[in-house]
C-alpha cells in the first residue's frame, strides 16, 4: 500500500499539539469512497458499467476553527451531490457528529466523470445486481462524508494560513465553438474545418491555499483550477487528474500533507485541444495535466503570502431561479424518449433529443415547475481570502464575474457546491444555444442572479470587517 493512501486512512488518529487561544485551527480528514466495480460510471445519460479500479476514491475533509466560529470545506471524487438525496442527509449527519450547522459546510463534488453515477434520474434504467449495488453505495455516501468531517473536527492543530494565484493556460479550453453554418457546437471535433472560434475564454488562474503549522511542517494544501475533470475516460473508476497532482505534491511535501482539489467554474471548460490530433483523452492525458498543475502549484509555494485570519465568517443565501414552463404532452414525450434511450440495440433518441428530455423531467419532477431553490454560500477568512460556493456546473465567465466584484485578493469559486443543477451558461448563451443550453434547468439570467447574490455576501463580508475594528 501506498504511503499516502496510509496518511489517508490515518492521519486523523494522530494526535495534536496543543491549542491556544486565538489560533487558527485546521483539522482534516479523508474516507475512502471507491465504488465496487460494477457499479455504473457517472457523466452520462446511460447505463455505462465500471469494469474495474485504477486508483481509489475519497472524500477530503478541511475543517477551519477560529475563535469559536467553524466552517469545513468537502470535496467527494464524484461526478455531482445533489442537495436531497446526498448533501441534506450528509449535513444532517454532520451536525449529529460535530455540531457543525448545515450551512457552515461546503460540500463540493470534483466531478470526475470516472467516478460513480449520481444522478437518480439516470439509476432509474438500473436493473437487478446493478440498482442493489447503486442503491447500496449511495445510501452510505452521506454517513462516509459525515466521517471525514467528524475526523477532521475531532483533530484540530494550530495553523498559519497563505494564498498565491498561478498561471496556466496550456491544458484548458472554452469548448464551445461558433461554426461556419452559424450553429454553436460544443466539442465539435479536433481538426474540424469548419471551427471558426471559441465563444468564450478561458480562466487560466490557479489558486493555491496553503496551510502549516507554525513550526512550517505542511498541513494541506487547497487548489482551484476551472477544467471539467473528464480527461481520465475508460469504464475504470479514477479521481482523474487532481489525484496526480495530489499524488505528486505529496511527494515533495511529505504524504502528511492533504490536497484539496476544488473544481473552478467550468461548465464551458475542458481538456480538448481541437488543433491537434492527438489523443485527448485516457490516463495519459490525465497524467499530462496532474503533472503540469503540480508543476505550477510548486511554482506557487514560491510566491506564497501569509494571510490574516481573524475573522472567520460564513454567509449563506438560497436564490429562487426560475424554471421554463413544460406542458403535459412535453412531459410525455419526454418520458418516451427517455424510455426508449433504455432500450438495447438500435433506434434510440438523438442525443439532445435526450438531454432535453432529461431537462424536462428534472424540472417537472424533482422541481415541480417551481422557482429552483440554489444555495450561494460564502466562507471568509481575514480580509483577503474568500471562498464561494455555487451550486451547478456554471460558465467560467460567471466565476470571472465573481471574482472581478469581489472585494477579497484571493476569491475561490467552487462550482457543483451543495447540489447539481446541471450547466447555469452565462445569459449570452442562450441565444446561441448548444448542448449546455439544452441541460439548462433554469432560465436565461439565472446566472447573473448568482453572480450578483455571491457579489452581495461578498461585500457584506468584507464590510462587517470595517465594523469589527
Known amino acids: 500500500m501506498r504511503l499516502a493512501t496510509l496518511f489517508f486512512l490515518s ?5 495534536a499539539p496543543p491549542l491556544r487561544a486565538g489560533d487558527l ?9 471507491t465504488p465496487p466495480v ?8 446511460t447505463i455505462r458499467l465500471s469494469t474495474g479500479i485504477h486508483d481509489d476514491l475519497y472524500c477530503k475533509a478541511l475543517v477551519l476553527e477560529k475563535d469559536g466560529a467553524k466552517a469545513a470545506m468537502v470535496a467527494c471524487d464524484v461526478e455531482s451531490l445533489h442537495r436531497p438525496w446526498w448533501v441534506d442527509p450528509a449535513r444532517q449527519a454532520i451536525r449529529s457528529a460535530t455540531g457543525l450547522r448545515g450551512h457552515e459546510v461546503m460540500l463540493l463534488a470534483t ?3 470516472s467516478g460513480p453515477e449520481m444522478t437518480p434520474l439516470v439509476l432509474e434504467g438500473a436493473e437487478g445486481e446493478t440498482a442493489r449495488i447503486a442503491n447500496e453505495y449511495h445510501a452510505a455516501l452521506p454517513g462516509k462524508i459525515a466521517e471525514a468531517v467528524r475526523l477532521a473536527e475531532s483533530n484540530l ?3 498559519r494560513v497563505w494564498a498565491a494565484i498561478g ?3 496550456s491544458i484548458s479550453f472554452n469548448r464551445r465553438f461558433l461554426m461556419k453554418d452559424g450553429s454553436v457546437r460544443m466539442n465539435p471535433g479536433q481538426m474540424n474545418p469548419d471551427i471558426i472560434k471559441p465563444m468564450g475564454p478561458i480562466d487560466p488562474d490557479l489558486a493555491v491555499v496553503y496551510f502549516d503549522s507554525p513550526d512550517s511542517k505542511p498541513l494541506a494544501t487547497n487548489v482551484n483550477f476551472a477544467l471539467h475533470v473528464t480527461a481520465f ?11 496526480v497532482m495530489a499524488r505528486l505534491l505529496g511527494e515533495v511535501k511529505g504524504p502528511e500533507m492533504l490536497t484539496l482539489f476544488t473544481q473552478g467554474a467550468s461548465g464551458n471548460i475542458n481538456q480538448v485541444n481541437v488543433k491537434t490530433r492527438e489523443r485527448q483523452s485516457g490516463p495519459a492525458t490525465s497524467a499530462r495535466i496532474g503533472t503540469i498543475l503540480a508543476a505550477d502549484v510548486l511554482k506557487a509555494y514560491d510566491s506564497l503570502q501569509p494571510l490574516a485570519t481573524e475573522p472567520l465568517q460564513v454567509r449563506s443565501e438560497t436564490v429562487k431561479l426560475p424554471v421554463p414552463e413544460f406542458t403535459a404532452a412535453e412531459v410525455e414525450k419526454a418520458r418516451e424518449v427517455v424510455a426508449r434511450s433504455r432500450k438495447p440495440g438500435p433506434g434510440g433518441p438523438a442525443f439532445l433529443d435526450l438531454v432535453h428530455a432529461f431537462t424536462v423531467l428534472n424540472v417537472t419532477g424533482r422541481h415541480l415547475s417551481k422557482p429552483i431553490d440554489a444555495e450561494v454560500q460564502v466562507i471568509t477568512l481575514g480580509d483577503q481570502l474568500a471562498w464561494v460556493g455555487l451550486p451547478a456546473e456554471d460558465f467560467v465567465e460567471l466565476g470571472m464575474a465573481v471574482k472581478l466584484a469581489s472585494p477579497f485578493r484571493y476569491t475561490i469559486v467552487n462550482e457543483l457546491a451543495n447540489d447539481m443543477l446541471d450547466y447555469i451558461p452565462d445569459r449570452r448563451a442562450y441565444d446561441q444555444g448548444g448542448y449546455e443550453v439544452v441541460t439548462a434547468r433554469c432560465t436565461a439570467g439565472c446566472g447573473e442572479l448568482l453572480v450578483d447574490t455571491a457579489r452581495r455576501l461578498l461585500v457584506d463580508a468584507h464590510r462587517g470587517l470595517s465594523l469589527r475594528r
Open 25 to 33: 485551527r485546521l483539522g482534516r480528514g479523508a474516507v475512502k469512497i
Open 111 to 113: 466531478h470526475s466523470h
Open 11 to 15: 492521519i486523523c488518529f494522530l494526535t
Open 38 to 45: 460494477g457499479m455504473p460510471m457517472g457523466g452520462g445519460f
Open 167 to 169: 498561471h496556466e493556460d
Open 233 to 243: 475516460g475508460g469504464s475504470q473508476f479514477s479521481a482523474d487528474y487532481p489525484a
Open 157 to 159: 492543530t494550530p495553523a
